[in-house]
């Protein structure tokens, strides 16, 4: 069945750093792709999406590009802020559907 | 516009014991889902209902779980009896339509249920 992986464990880096969280699916058909932000004490919210190959998706500073060719949905930003730890989840919906299929998630968490 | 609200937020309870959930999606909001979210894993799905119709519950436990959306807005889900491995958080959401395309879900601050 369709899955999405991401990378283990929890990231720590100082303000200001880069931050990149990997993660690659495995779909039968062409799925969209979403990143999830889930803020300490606040539910998950959608954070970005890609519906086609090549997409980029971007918001608050995070982009993520849909590659098909790798099956990766890598999440970037140039430089984070403490505001911006939290849980990120990868997910992906087949089409004709809009049943999330979410990855482990990994903990962000930013030093001042 | 307020969000999708749940209740109870909290709640603990011994194994073999019953509980019940409740969700209140977005007003308007044709399609209704519960997820299970256990510590250190990622939300999955256990049942998806289009107004008060059940579009997919392959993942729900069925032996021990039940959900009804019997009017098409608010929702509950129920565990009857209880094990140890139920311990997660359980998360509500909701979307405008769930078919044909993808609609954006909204999700409600969830319930975390420890059984003991």
């Known amino acids: 069945g369709d899955s999405v992986t991401q990378m283990e464990g929890p990231v720590t880096l100082s303000e200001e750093a880069f931050l990149t969280i990997n993660c690659t699916y495995t779909?039968?058909?062409?799925?969209?792709l979403f990143w999830y932000v889930q803020y300490p004490g606040e539910g998950l919210q959608l954070l970005l999406k890609?519906?086609?190959?090549?997409d980029k998706g971007s918001n608050k500073g995070f982009e993520a590009t849909y590659r098909k060719e790798t099956t990766s949905f890598h999440l970037e930003k140039g430089s984070v802020q403490v505001s911006d730890s939290a849980v990120y989840f990868c997910?992906?919906?087949?089409?004709?559907?809009?049943?999330?299929?979410f990855g482990k998630g990994n903990q962000v968490v930013v030093i001042p | 516009e307020a969000g999708v609200a749940q209740s109870p937020r909290y709640k603990i309870i011994e194994k073999r014991q019953s509980v019940a959930f409740w969700c209140n999606p977005i007003?308007?909001?044709?399609?209704l889902y519960w997820y299970q979210q256990i510590l250190g894993q990622g939300p999955k799905l256990l049942i998806q209902?289009?107004?008060?119709?059940?579009?997919?519950d392959s993942q729900l436990p069925k032996d021990r779980f039940s959900a009804e959306r019997l009017k098409g807005v608010d929702s509950t889900l129920k565990i009857q009896p209880a094990k140890l491995e139920d311990s997660a958080v359980y998360l509500c959401?909701?979307?405008?339509?769930?078919?044909?395309?993808?609609?954006?879900?909204?999700f409600g601050p969830g319930t975390r249920l420890t059984v003991t």
């Open positions: 959401a909701s979307s405008i339509s769930g078919q044909v395309r993808f609609y954006e879900q909204y």
């Open positions: 779909a039968t058909g062409y799925p969209s």
């Open positions: 890609a519906t086609k190959a090549d």
């Open positions: 997910a992906l919906s087949e089409s004709g559907n809009n049943r999330l299929a």
């Open positions: 007003s308007g909001h044709a399609t």
């Open positions: 209902f289009q107004n008060n119709g059940v579009v997919d």
